[in-house]
């Protein structure tokens, strides 16, 4: 019996943060978002009325150096040492399928307002009728984050021909 009380209140809890995100969404004409918790999400029809379709979100932000290589390995030169992973939570709640093509992904030093020397190459994502899907990005470099105790990640990816940009929160910089 409590756990069913407790069910709905976290469902209720969720469609009232999905709907204002959603709000936020429609007001947006350059379809660009920017927000501290990563939420981002679109309609996809023309009429406003319409609950959102595609919902995609920076979930977790993990930024790491390793400066000494790991106990028992040789020190080698042009080995990895910076380390970033982000976790991209995306949810279809429609009955079609949606591709999202993840276009960039960057990482800010938010201590030396620079731009990291991190990699990415383009990628597709086929979300299936009412999919839910956790994607893992994983980026190196091999000179690290620089100066600085803190980062955040900026994700652009296209859906329906429209561009769309995200922004995680701000995250510590461990440096190992």
């Known amino acids: 019996m409590k756990s069913s009380a407790l069910l709905r209140t976290i469902a209720l809890t969720f469609s009232v943060a999905i709907s204002l995100a959603c709000r936020e969404g429609i007001a947006n004409d350059d379809h660009t978002q920017h927000s501290s918790n990563g939420l981002n999400t679109m309609n996809t029809s023309n009429n406003q009325g319409i609950a959102e379709l595609v919902t995609v979100m920076i979930s977790q932000v993990i930024a790491r150096e390793e400066v000494r290589p790991p106990v028992g390995v040789p020190l080698q030169p042009n080995r990895d040492i910076g380390f970033a992973s982000i976790f991209l939570d995306l949810l279809n709640n429609q009955e079609k399928d949606h591709v999202v093509t993840i276009e960039a992904v960057e990482i800010y030093n938010v201590t030396s307002k620079q731009l990291e020397s991190f990699e990415f190459?383009?990628?597709?994502?086929?979300?299936?009728p009412l999919e839910n899907s956790i994607i893992s990005i994983s980026l190196t470099n091999k000179v690290g984050y620089g100066e600085g105790d803190s980062a955040k990640a900026t994700v652009t990816y296209t859906l329906e021909g429209k561009t769309y940009k995200i922004e995680s929160a701000i995250v510590p910089i461990d440096y190992q």
């Open 121 to 128: 190459l383009p990628q597709e994502v086929i979300l299936r």
